[in-house]
């Protein structure tokens, strides 16, 4: 299958540079430079180089992520393959939420492990040479790996805390508080310490502010990404555990990401690179309890607000267009941002049930509102953290993702096929202009989309999954030259070039 994308004249992309669209054709997998367009009133887009509206839809994958090992015996991810990039662009999807570890970015105070970001950004390469961007993700979760529960520890009728990923130990200042659960992994003592002292820029070694060594950790990591078009931009935190009924903690979040800002925008000066996009998150509180947004913080206008919609998934609150409309009304605090959902995602057995459209309904919202999103997740291993939880209750442990693992003999089963079907489907991965509408209706088989105030020429994409029968009817108005691009698996793109002005596609079986 790699050779078959590698044969679509993929070989220009080596530098990760995405190459400008030739006159007379339309290369369906270029990845021009990404931008944002605010607007507070009708919600921002993100658009590429050419003018393209561009729905980033893709995946989150955790293979460089740092995780705590319940069992020293197991591994914790899977590592990141051509195979996987090429499944990953099979599914149609055009981005990667790429999860990195402070731990590793900067395993001593000052001292980067360039090696590290080196097999990162190779990834990075790998996704480009198939028409995927990447998004390099800060990830944490309950601060970091150093804060497991000691083997002697006293947590009075609750659990002990598992550790879990995000900070190196020398950045751990926990003040010694107890390592147990308080029934939230983010409700840990030691957790909250740790957070404490980061929101407060406590001294850590050589005299240095523990949230001063991380914004300067930003700063490296944006001087390293920042020259290639195919990193869409950096989240600067996964889920920061700013609580809201906690005094001065979102205040200290609006503080630390213009902070950020203002060092990740060194390193890409210091690159001689654009200015990418910067992801920012609200507080690990917004799914369940609707709050968490920090308030306004000085910034550009390359932001974009990335809250994670797991309503309806493995939050407590249905899924609704509530959550969507709530969060392009955050967005449009900052400017009118583009809304991008980092994290969304369920049980994967639910889309083996006919009864539960979950996965349906949550991607239709985010065509009606036209957001980015990256599913959680694509692979999961039976060692990862997130599975600590199963084997104490005395469970096999049931990993998430596209791929199924028998975590009793640790073999992998093969693909999920019915999540596969469910998610593989056709995509608008750029417009010639403002996307008016985008839809796809499963079950009559009609994608569809619109739009007005394309320039002329400016080139679009969309992508069509192979399992469709027949010979489907394109039905173009205000478009030019549209016309099918093989794709692996029976798939292909349907592309083409805006007349100027609005235009209508329809794809019908």
Not at 191 to 216: K, L, M, N, S
Not at 219 to 227: D, I, K, L, N, S
Not at 459 to 479: D, K, M, S, T, Y
Request: hydrophobic fraction near 45%; charge should be negative.
């Amino acid at each position: 299958m790699r050779k078959r994308w590698l044969s679509l004249g993929l070989l220009a992309v080596a530098a990760l540079a995405a190459p400008a669209a030739q006159a007379g054709r339309v290369d369906p997998l270029a990845l021009p430079a990404l931008h944002a367009e605010p607007d507070p009133v009708a919600g921002g887009r993100i658009v590429d180089a050419l003018g393209r509206e561009v729905l980033l839809r893709g995946v989150n994958v955790n293979a460089f992520v740092e995780y705590w090992a319940y069992d020293p015996g197991l591994f914790t991810t899977y590592p990141f393959t051509p195979e996987d990039a090429d499944r990953i662009a099979g599914m149609g999807w055009n981005v990667v939420r790429l999860l990195v570890s402070w731990s590793r970015v900067e395993p001593e105070p000052g001292r980067y492990d360039d090696a590290y970001l080196d097999g990162v950004l190779a990834a990075v390469g790998l996704l480009a040479s198939r028409g995927v961007y990447s998004i390099v993700d800060l990830h944490q979760d309950a601060w970091g790996p150093a804060l497991a529960a000691r083997p002697d520890e006293a947590c009075a009728g609750v659990p002990p805390a598992f550790g879990w990923d995000g900070a190196p130990a020398w950045a751990t200042l926990d003040r010694g508080a107890p390592r147990c659960t308080g029934g939230l992994r983010e409700l840990s003592p030691a957790v909250i310490a740790a957070f404490q002292a980061f929101w407060d820029d406590a001294e850590g070694p050589g005299g240095v502010g523990i949230r001063t060594r991380y914004v300067r950790m930003l700063r490296h990591v944006a001087e390293r990404f920042a020259p290639f078009d195919a990193v869409a931009g950096y989240d600067v935190m996964n889920e920061p555990n700013a609580i809201f009924l906690v005094p001065g903690h979102l205040e200290a979040l609006a503080d630390f990401y213009g902070d950020a800002l203002v060092e990740i925008r060194a390193g890409e000066r210091a690159a001689f690179a654009p200015s990418r996009l910067v992801f920012f998150e609200p507080g690990i509180t917004w799914a369940d309890l609707g709050a968490g947004v920090p308030p306004h913080f000085p910034h550009d206008d390359q932001i974009v607000y990335a809250p994670h919609i797991y309503q309806g998934g493995i939050s407590v609150v249905p899924l609704s267009e509530r959550e969507f409309e709530r969060a392009r009304a955050e967005a449009a605090r900052f400017g009118g941002a583009p809304v991008l959902s980092g994290e969304w995602g369920t049980d994967p057995q639910r889309a083996s049930d006919p009864e539960d459209d979950y996965f349906e309904r949550h991607q239709a919202l985010q065509d009606a509102f036209r957001f980015g999103a990256t599913l959680w997740t694509w692979r999961e291993a039976c060692g990862d953290p997130h599975k600590a939880g199963d084997v104490r209750a005395g469970r096999i442990p049931f990993v998430w993702g596209l791929f199924d693992v028998d975590c009793a003999t640790h073999t992998l089963r093969g693909l999920r096929e019915d999540l596969v079907a469910v998610l593989r489907r056709p995509a608008l991965r750029a417009a010639p202009g403002p996307i008016g509408s985008v839809a796809w209706d499963p079950e009559r088989g009609i994608f569809e989309a619109s739009g007005e105030g394309a320039r002329r020429h400016t080139p679009f994409v969309v992508f069509v999954p192979g399992e469709r029968r027949g010979r489907p009817r394109i039905q173009a108005r205000g478009l030019l030259g549209v016309h099918r691009v093989p794709a692996p698996d029976g798939a292909y793109f349907v592309v083409g070039r805006a007349r100027g002005g609005a235009w209508r596609l329809a794809i019908r079986p």
